[in-house]
């Protein structure tokens, strides 16, 4: 299955998404900030990044806005999992450059939907 870092800093987000994906199949990479996930990142080279919006330091807009300015993580896919709901949120999200949004709490319908379709798309 895939590679996918998540960059998570709530502990208990972060248990049930890895447990989720692991579940699946996939090998799950895990980063408790924005700069050791753009680390792994770049030295692991995950099929897809899990990206938390609000996280300690640099927030997970300006994370993926690095990611897909890098040649090396430009064409990863990153999702971005938050508690910010609002339209806005998912806008700015996109503009960031984001593939996808998911928001908080997590349905594990949607999150395996979503990983399957930008996995998919990123095979094809």
Not at 17 to 25: D, E, Q, S, Y
Not at 52 to 77: E, H, W
């Amino acid at each position: 299955m895939a590679k996918i870092l998540i960059i998570e800093d709530n502990p208990t987000n972060m248990k049930l998404t890895a447990m989720l994906l692991a579940r699946v199949g996939h090998q799950v990479l895990q980063a408790v900030d924005a700069e050791t996930g753009m680390a792994l990142a770049l030295t692991d080279r995950p099929d897809l990044i899990l990206m938390d919006l609000q996280l300690p330091g640099m927030d997970g807009l300006a994370a993926t806005t690095r990611l897909k300015q890098s040649p090396i993580t430009t064409n990863i896919p990153v999702v971005a999992l938050t508690a910010l709901a609002m339209k806005e949120d998912q806008a700015r999200a996109m503009t960031a450059g984001c593939d996808a949004y998911i928001a908080k709490p997590i349905k594990y319908q949607e999150l395996y939907a979503t990983v399957n379709t930008l996995l998919a798309a990123r095979q094809a």
